[in-house]
């Protein structure tokens, strides 16, 4: 959060209680006819109140909701799931806001972290499944939630917790209060968190991210060797962490090759299609030719969805010099989009589908050689249940969904106005 809004615009804030959410919105599962631009969070009077909604995830069965909705007279403006809620809370026929809010989000189904604040109230919920993460902490006598705990870190906090798949936690003026309204479920915790999603200093889902990316490249050195490498790359991000454990099994040296570029720091800019070769990537890093130049490269990233951010990755250093590029990746090929609402590309840009083997891939990439982890090293690395079942969700690899999400039967646009150009901003990798 501290990354999109300064302190000014925090300061001129005011009142005792707020929400707020940072969203890059992707492609909804279905036909893509492009995707308005969603604001978040949103906000609504209805007869109880005022409502503001922040959400991350989605519903799998959000077309049937918004279309049973449509039928009843209901109204939208975007095409979110926050949207589907808020119409259902206000159509509930409970007396309390709580008690709408389970009377809603009975009937919904999918992979969810919401907050919904009153004039007098602030609840949090994570779905039955907790798909997606939550924390709870403390700040200076205040209630403070996030989706990961470094931003509450960041400002001073104390953690005290995650908000548990299936809990729902109240905060007004008598103070805390925790219920589970909803019935319990497996744990289907998202695998892309840990993975490359959460911040390298984050814990989620109770587990520390770094030491996860440190033993996934330990794993990857030893599943997909490349004796011939000079260096060792890892992708700025989470690839940095996933290179230092594929470097130590490897016993080859880990440099930076790629560093985070400073001419872009608090701008935005549209790439020229041909004036500037990769300008979107020169902006976000800067090769180190005393590193590369001349040298193997084993570059190592986390995952690769359409490809294009270790395609430019690829050339920036063949530019920089590299004599060969051989690219690493921490996880399986990505086979399918997420319908629980993580940001992707939708399922027929992913590079797997949409260019086949691994060598044809390797091929477009630019690289010398390709090579994954495979399925069960990743869950060997990241844990199983005491029981030896799964208790992530891997559909984005696998196809096994936990809860199924229902086909798109409409477009995803509004009915009576056309889709809004995208807003620029970061590529999927």
């Known amino acids: 959060m501290q990354e999109a809004f300064g302190g000014t615009h925090l300061q001129a804030l005011h009142g005792q209680h707020a929400i707020g959410q940072v969203v890059g919105v992707g492609p909804l599962p279905g036909p893509r006819v492009g995707t308005p631009a969603i604001h978040l969070p949103l906000l609504a009077r209805y007869r109880g109140g005022q409502l503001a909604v922040a959400m991350a995830g989605r519903f799998t069965n959000g077309p ?62 994570r779905d039955p499944h907790g798909f997606r993460p939550l924390v709870r902490g403390r700040l200076q006598g205040s209630t403070v939630l996030a989706s990961e705990d470094g931003p509450v870190r960041f400002l001073g906090g104390e953690i005290r917790g995650e908000v548990q798949p299936g809990q729902m936690v109240v905060v007004d003026a008598l103070g805390e209060s925790a219920l589970m309204p909803f019935a319990r479920r497996d744990r289907a915790a998202c695998i892309q968190e840990p993975l490359h999603l959460a911040g390298v200093d984050a814990h989620v889902f109770g587990q520390a991210t770094y030491p996860i990316r440190v033993a996934l490249g330990e794993r990857l050195a030893r599943e997909a060797p490349c004796p011939q490498a000079d260096v060792v790359v890892g992708l700025p991000g989470a690839g940095a962490a996933i290179a230092t ?135 060997a690395i990241v844990g199983r249940r005491a029981d030896g079942h799964r208790q992530w969700c891997d559909g984005c690899f696998s196809g096994q969904w936990p809860v199924v999400p229902v086909e798109e039967e409409e477009r995803n646009q509004l009915d009576l106005f056309g889709p809004e150009p995208a807003e620029d901003g970061p590529e999927p990798a």
């Open 245 to 379: 454990g594929y470097g130590r099994v490897a016993d080859k040296p880990v440099r930076e090759g790629l560093v985070p570029a400073i001419y872009a720091a608090g701008r935005r800019y549209v790439e020229p299609p041909r004036e500037i070769r990769d300008f979107g990537a020169r902006l976000q890093w800067t090769p180190v030719p005393a590193v590369v130049d001349g040298q193997v490269v084993a570059l190592v990233v986390a995952a690769v969805a359409q490809g294009d951010i270790v395609h430019k990755a690829v050339r920036l250093l063949e530019n920089a010099g590299a004599k060969e590029i051989h690219v690493r990746v921490a996880s399986p090929p990505l086979h399918h989009a997420c319908p629980y609402g993580v940001t992707s590309p939708t399922t027929d840009e992913l590079a797997s589908q949409r260019l086949g083997t691994p060598v044809d891939v390797s091929r477009w990439l630019g690289a010398d050689s390709l090579g994954y982890l495979s399925a069960g090293s990743l869950h």
């Open 64 to 125: 049937i909701l918004r279309r049973e909705l449509k039928e009843q007279g209901a109204v939208f403006t975007t095409v979110g799931d926050a949207e589907v809620l808020l119409h259902l809370i206000a159509r509930s026929g409970q007396k309390t806001l709580v008690n709408r809010l389970v009377d809603a989000l009975w009937r919904v189904e999918g992979g969810f972290a919401l907050l919904v604040l009153s004039e007098d109230k602030l609840i949090a919920v």
